[in-house]
């Protein structure tokens, strides 16, 4: 294997639990949404949002007024529900949250074998970034309140579906381009087959996270890692 300059992971069941996003980050959402629509009603960001699910989702218009409050509030639940990854249903999930990291009552959760890997490469000089569905102030949010302290300090880059969808092989191609390292000298952790083959199509080194109550992928074609310790550069 070529000596990667790169490294560019997934979050939710590649450094995170995909536990932590169902139990609390789901939940939290859907309980305080009534509150932060009133909190931030007057709120450009918000309201920029509203608009751009509303109307993709919906033939009304926010700022309708036969447009009632339980039919926002009825289709962002759904949202939630489906872990909908439409970019500015994201960006709005993800201020909700930033309220529960802000006040204490949410704090992010990695595996304990992150912190000491991520800080590994950043130390060796291997440029490590994050490409999640969820917004980048999310992704930060994460990283900056884990039981480990904040490891955004070893941490060059974020993308979210701003850059394009993870299941194409364009966005790992722009990527590659924002870093500025080659593709065959990044390598990309995922627990989703779909990104691997996206990301092998545009030339990336692959590993398929799998990690407690997962399961291998049928074809076994992927490098599995179960832990960030067998990641040695």
């Known amino acids: 294997m070529m000596q990667p300059k790169a490294v560019l992971l997934d979050i939710e069941g590649t450094t995170t639990p995909k536990d932590f996003v169902y139990r609390k980050l789901f939940p939290f959402a859907k309980e305080h949404l009534n509150e932060f629509l009133d909190a931030h009603s007057e709120d450009v960001e918000v309201q920029k949002c509203l608009s751009k699910i509303i109307g993709n989702y919906s033939q009304v218009s926010p700022h309708d007024k036969n447009t009632g409050r339980k039919e926002i509030t009825d289709l962002i639940v759904s949202l939630i529900d489906s872990d909908s990854k439409f970019t500015a249903f994201k960006e709005l999930e993800a201020m909700i949250w930033n309220s529960g990291y802000a006040s204490g009552e949410l704090k992010g959760e990695v595996y304990p074998d992150v912190p000491p890997a991520i800080k590994r490469w950043h130390d060796s000089g291997i440029v490590v970034s994050i490409y999640s569905s969820g917004s980048v102030p999310a992704q930060k949010a994460i990283f900056s309140t884990t039981q480990y302290g904040d490891l955004t ?53 692959t590993y398929l996270s799998v990690r407690p109550g997962m399961e291998n992928p049928p074809n076994g074609k992927y490098r599995v890692i179960r832990n960030f310790s067998e990641l040695r550069f």
């Open 153 to 205: 300090r070893y941490i060059f880059s974020y993308f979210d579906t701003n850059v394009g969808p993870k299941n194409e092989p364009d966005s790992y191609e722009r990527i590659s381009g924002l870093i500025g390292v080659d593709p065959s000298r990044i390598v990309f952790v995922s627990d989703s087959v779909i990104e691997l083959q996206a990301a092998d199509a545009s030339g990336f080194m």
